[in-house]
């Protein structure tokens, strides 16, 4: 259930590729799919950290989860590097640095939740370990949410 609940923040990505796609930004609209279904995907097997479930037991190997975690980061990166462009254009012709702000605040965010995974090896019990799986869930699906929510304003005619 957690997999589940963690890889379906990931379907808010819907929202800036269609405003994309209707700004004709295609290779953004191309680089926050392809974010998204990467991230969707490794979330979904995930098993190694976090001490996720993992939702489809076949796919719960070293291997494949180095391979989608190496496309999450990819996906991750190419996004935010598709955008770089029309962000510095919305700054220039809104003179708000507003996004520039949350942006920052939302990758502060992602690094927490990924040092939260370190603390699993603090000698935890099994309750605090729950806890801080629950708590990484629901963080870092905000993280989903506030990074692809950031891309909304830069498809928008400004």
Do not use: C
């Amino acid at each position: 259930m957690d997999n589940l609940i963690l890889s379906s923040t990931n379907l808010v990505v819907l929202i800036p590729v269609s405003y994309a796609i209707q700004q004709s930004h295609y290779i953004q609209a191309a680089a926050l799919f392809f974010a998204g279904a990467a991230s969707f995907w490794y979330h979904l097997i995930e098993h190694f950290k976090h001490d996720m479930t993992g939702f489809i037991p076949k796919y719960r190997t070293v291997r494949r989860h180095k391979l989608f975690i190496g496309l999450d980061r990819i996906g991750a990166v190419s996004a935010i590097a598709s955008h770089i462009p029309l962000l510095k254009e919305y700054v220039e012709r809104k003179k708000d640095y507003t996004l520039i702000g949350m942006g920052i605040a939302a990758i502060i965010l992602e690094v927490f939740t990924d040092l939260m995974n370190q603390m699993r090896f603090w000698g935890l019990n099994k309750q605090q370990r729950v806890y801080l799986k629950w708590l990484f869930v629901f963080l870092h699906g905000i993280w989903h949410i506030s990074a692809f929510a950031l891309a909304i304003p830069l498809h928008q005619k400004f």
